[in-house]
């Protein structure tokens, strides 16, 4: 789809914007619209649940936390102050570009249905998962059904930042 | 009536890129908000068109209800971050 | 502490949109098997909810008094989604295999889709205070003062 | 209707475009909150309005109707709060404002 050029451009931009920027208001608000454009590629390639998530994390919540952090620091601290680059990035990083285009190259095409990914257990559940879960949607079945205990460590992880956060962070003795 | 909509997608990724360069140049801090908002309405317009096409609209409208309650979380927080912050330098 | 934000208009229109942030996350975590969205995203909505009445209306309000009572649930999620998998060990299965969810009159489909929903709200629960939980703990509460005060 | 609907994109997307040349030429923050606000809200109003009517009516076009509502409510209040910020810290149009 000839679409999704303008798109990938724009965010090559916000990513370069970000890390360029030169205090770190400016780089958490080019990070939100770094979060936007990513969201909106996921919608374009037709996976909804993971534009939704990035959209509402990486986009809302995500930011409030960078700033609820920044609430707390004084001025200099947001200044970001930069070493000039040393000339052996110059070489090292188009080698290493060259060796990633290359293994890309070995990559099956978007969406071949002969490829490994979609090949080894993905056609049962497409089949399978409206008779045996009664769930239209497969993302859903296949994270709360078939991968629960995944889930599950995956939730005790959330938990574990939250209680982690509120020992270090909390004072006073309550 | 597919390809007009391309052209509306193609439009909205331009005027975006627009709201990028205040974003990325603009003098104050205000304008980087102003301008991050400007981009979040777009996406939230983009979403809706890019459902259209797909023909899906009832999963893409969910999606951008989502951003758009999300987007004034963050806004409010960076208004209210930036005027406390104001207030104590002086 | 975080203070009430003092313009009538921005807050007239928080009185208006955390009832419906909080009515769409509900939506989300209970449509999730149908269309987008699910367990996480409707507890990150809840969450943005709460955030979002903490930053307008005030932390020790009493109109943000949700707050201090979701605060008291942490871990609940936790204890709903390992629950739901204990009931099925007691069903006499697999660890969160909703086949063996004993309940009568329902089918295998229908228990698995119970399974599903059940769990997606333990996950949301958890979620939505976790998130309280740190932008709280982020916000820098000056409970030191209240101590040393008395 | 599909004239109408289109008419509808149409007319937003001139208001969006007018937008964004306002935010790139207006010459300070308080004037650019205007392009923002303003005409950036009933541009993107008008998209979701002419794309609603394409929906014809039906559970999706009431769908876009309600991110219509939100948009139509969050986008000036967002501006008002950045606005009033900038004017809290001290930012001034011209030198001779400046408490």
Redesign the interface.
Known sequence: M??EL??LI?LV??AA?AIL?KDL??SV??L??YS??L??VW??L?A??V???E???G???A???F??????TS?KDTQIRRSPMPWTAFLALPLVALLLLYGAADLPAFGDPGSPASTHISPEYLENSV???????V???I???YR??D??VE??V??T???A??L??????? | MNSFFLFVLITLVVLMVVYLYRVVRGPSVFDRVLGLNGISTKAIVLLVVIGTVFERVEMFVDISTGYALLNLVGALAIAKFLEERGASQK | MIQAHDSIIVRTLGRIVIPVAQLFGFYVLVFGQYGPGGGFVGGVILAASMILAILILGRHQPDSGLVTKVLQGDGLGLLIFAGVGGLCLIGGGQFLNYTHLQIPGLDDASRHFLGILLTQFGVAADVAVTGVSIAISLSAEDETEEVSHG | MTVLAIGLIAFGLFFLIVGSIGMLRLPNVFVRAHALSLTDSLGAVLVLAGLAVYQGFSMNSLKIMIVLVLVYLLNPVIAHATIRAAYRTGLRTSKGDTK
């Open positions: 000839t679409f303008p798109l724009f931009m916000t914007g920027v208001i400016s608000f080019i939100g619209t936007f454009t969201a909106l919608a374009l037709g909804v649940d534009a939704f998530v959209g509402v994390v986009a809302g919540l930011t409030v936390f700033l609820l952090t920044l609430f707390t001025e008779q045996q879960t009664g769930t239209p949607n993302v859903t079945a994270l709360m059904d629960s205990l889930t599950l939730t005790i959330i938990f930042a939250g209680i956060c509120a270090i962070l909390r004072k006073g003795d309550s």
